[in-house]
């Protein structure tokens, strides 16, 4: 059986030199730009506990991000397959880091909270039972290391509409 490979590329260019390089760990800022080929760029910068900042996407945010979107296009995909009409979704994903004594650090959970609506509410079992499975199939879930859970919300339950 031949597998795809599937190749992606990205750039970062790192523009918080402030002069002095990296001369001290406060002396740099941590701004950076992330592209690709034919995408606006993102701008990048590390979380503001360790020196970054706060209107720049850092790190963990776009780990957890693409987490929840996996998570959604997974979801979707195998909602469909299964006859299931979705019509709204969003997500309000939670990640917990651990920083170590030693500076190292890593996410030990990540919790997505999707709330779906339904064109047919009596669907809602099935519909939540698909949790799961998009979990397994999401290329980004099976590529981590630490637990990534699916705590579905109902609709209305969190103060808003679908």
Same mark, same amino acid.
């Given at each position: 059986?031949?597998?795809?490979?599937?190749?992606?590329?990205?750039?970062?260019?790192? &523009?918080?030199?402030?002069? *002095?390089? &990296?001369?001290?760990?406060?002396?740099?800022?941590?701004?950076?730009?992330?592209?690709?080929?034919?995408?606006?760029?993102?701008?990048? &910068?590390?979380? %503001?506990?360790?020196?970054? *900042?706060?209107?720049?996407? #850092? %790190?963990?945010?776009?780990?957890?991000?693409?987490?929840?979107?996996?998570?959604?296009?997974?979801?979707?995909?195998?909602? *469909?397959?299964?006859?299931?009409?979705?019509?709204?979704?969003?997500?309000?994903?939670?990640?917990?880091?651990?920083? #170590?004594?030693?500076?190292?650090?890593?996410?030990?959970?990540?919790?997505?909270?999707?709330?779906? &609506?339904?064109?047919?509410?009596?669907?809602?079992?099935?519909?939540?039972?698909?949790?799961?499975?998009?979990?397994?199939?999401?290329?980004? *879930?099976?590529?981590?290391?630490?637990?990534?859970?699916?705590? %579905?919300?109902?609709?209305?339950?969190?103060?808003?509409?679908?």
């Amino acid at each position: 059986m031949k597998l795809d490979l599937h190749r992606y590329d990205v750039a970062i260019r790192w &523009t918080g030199n402030r002069g *002095a390089g &990296t001369a001290d760990s406060r002396a740099y800022g941590r701004d950076h730009v992330v592209s690709a080929t034919g995408l606006p760029d993102l701008p990048g &910068t590390a979380d %503001p506990t360790f020196h970054g *900042a706060p209107d720049r996407w #850092n %790190p963990e945010q776009l780990l957890l991000a693409a987490l929840s979107q996996c998570h959604m296009l997974s979801y979707l995909y195998l909602a *469909a397959r299964a006859g299931i009409v979705v019509t709204g979704y969003r997500d309000a994903a939670v990640g917990s880091l651990r920083v #170590n004594r030693d500076g190292s650090g890593e996410f030990v959970e990540a919790v997505m909270h999707p709330v779906v &609506t339904l064109a047919d509410e009596a669907r809602r079992a099935a519909a939540d039972a698909l949790h799961e499975d998009a979990h397994r199939v999401c290329f980004i *879930a099976r590529s981590v290391n630490f637990p990534v859970r699916a705590e %579905p919300v109902a609709p209305g339950a969190d103060g808003e509409d679908g």
